[in-house]
């Protein structure tokens, strides 16, 4: 979990607001959910100032490739780790030896075994399964891959945390603060 510091919450954030709540809160890390490229590199830095790990959302970000030049230059500009749907994305990534989360979206049972089967060939650093609050989803994946897996979406209560993480994942992002 040294990618996300010792904290099992993950803020996931999309606003300045957010974002300024997200740094003054005890979370140690942040999931960047949109971005551009004017504002990238000041996002970062004030989160490195802040000390807190910062994943970008790279299908998400306006202006930055969503190639392998794109993610070279989040590489340069110091990003803790990058977040897409992407095979390619997570691929390139991996290559310039950053942390990557392919997010995967659970719709029906052959859905989430496709995903799994994508995940295990492209080996991203964790898998975040959507929506979080589905713990026999969470269950089969970590039955079916050792790569860690975060519960995200719809995740508004303790209750749902304590359910996600007694499921097998190793954290939870949310973008509700409360819970942060």
């Given at each position: 979990?040294?990618?996300?510091?010792?904290?099992?919450?993950?803020?996931?954030?999309?606003?300045?607001?957010?974002?300024?709540?997200?740094?003054?809160?005890?979370?140690?890390?942040?999931?960047?959910?949109?971005?551009?490229?004017?504002?990238?590199?000041?996002w970062?830095?004030?989160?490195?100032s802040?000390?807190?790990?910062?994943f970008?959302h790279?299908?998400?970000?306006?202006?930055?490739?969503?190639?392998?030049?794109?993610?070279?230059?989040?590489?340069?500009?110091?990003?803790?780790?990058?977040?897409?749907?992407?095979?390619?994305?997570?691929?390139?990534?991996?290559?310039?030896?950053?942390?990557?989360?392919?997010?995967?979206?659970?719709?029906?049972?052959?859905?989430?075994?496709?995903?799994?089967?994508?995940?295990?060939?492209?080996?991203?650093?964790?898998?975040?399964?959507?929506?979080?609050?589905?713990?026999?989803?969470?269950?089969?994946f970590?039955?079916?891959?050792?790569?860690?897996?975060?519960?995200?979406?719809?995740?508004?209560?303790?209750?749902e945390?304590?359910?996600?993480?007694?499921?097998?994942?190793?954290?939870?992002?949310?973008?509700?603060?409360?819970l942060?």
């Amino acid at each position: 979990m040294n990618d996300f510091g010792n904290k099992k919450i993950i803020a996931a954030v999309r606003t300045e607001e957010e974002f300024c709540t997200a740094l003054n809160s005890s979370v140690d890390c942040i999931f960047l959910l949109c971005s551009n490229i004017l504002t990238v590199e000041n996002w970062i830095d004030r989160a490195k100032s802040a000390g807190k790990k910062l994943f970008i959302h790279l299908d998400m970000s306006e202006g930055i490739g969503r190639d392998n030049a794109g993610v070279a230059f989040l590489a340069k500009l110091g990003v803790d780790g990058i977040i897409s749907t992407r095979t390619g994305i997570i691929r390139a990534a991996r290559e310039h030896g950053i942390p990557t989360v392919q997010r995967i979206f659970s719709i029906d049972s052959q859905a989430t075994q496709t995903s799994a089967n994508a995940a295990g060939n492209f080996h991203p650093s964790y898998i975040e399964i959507m929506p979080g609050v589905i713990p026999k989803v969470i269950r089969r994946f970590c039955g079916c891959t050792d790569i860690p897996i975060i519960a995200g979406g719809l995740i508004e209560t303790p209750e749902e945390v304590k359910a996600a993480l007694d499921s097998g994942a190793v954290a939870v992002s949310t973008a509700n603060k409360s819970l942060w």
